[in-house]
Nanobody, 125 residues
Framework: QMQLAESGGGLVQAGSSLTLSCAVSGRPFSNVALGWFRQGPGKGREFVAA????????FYADSVKGRFTIARDNIKSTGYLHMNNLKPEDTAVYYC??????????????????WGQGTQVTVSS
């Protein structure tokens, strides 16, 4: 069973930057995809970004493309979401997740089988 723990959320002003971290642990370590999703107030869970663990292949939601960057450190078994020029509409609980496959389905939450507890990001105007 994979275990994931997000950190780095907080309250920031619009235009600020934050970096979220996702520490991954558990055996066996067979992750292929790392994804970030978010759920804003009164909204469903939406895709943010995903990265293929062993290669630098990425997907981004149109709403964050050019502002957010997904990354991973294989040595530290940690994923990251670098968020720049944050907007109030980015306010949400952010979740990281891992999945066993990499495809276009990696932009969908049902492609992931291990999830963190989430970290709150609040962006004020």
């Amino acid at each position: 069973q994979m275990q994931l723990a997000e950190s780095g959320g907080g309250l920031v002003q619009a235009g600020s930057s934050l970096t979220l971290s996702c520490a991954v642990s558990g055996r066996p370590f067979s992750n292929v995809a790392l994804g970030w999703f978010r759920q804003g107030p009164g909204k469903g869970r939406e895709f943010v970004a995903a990265i293929r663990w062993r290669m630098n292949s990425t997907f981004y939601a149109d709403s964050v493309k050019g502002r957010f960057t997904i990354a991973r450190d294989n040595i530290k078994s940690t994923g990251y979401l670098h968020m720049n020029n944050l907007k109030p509409e980015d306010t949400a609980v952010y979740y990281c997740a891992t999945g066993a496959t990499w495809s276009r389905r990696s932009t969908s939450s049902d492609a992931y089988d291990a999830w963190g507890q989430g970290t709150q990001v609040t962006v004020s105007s």
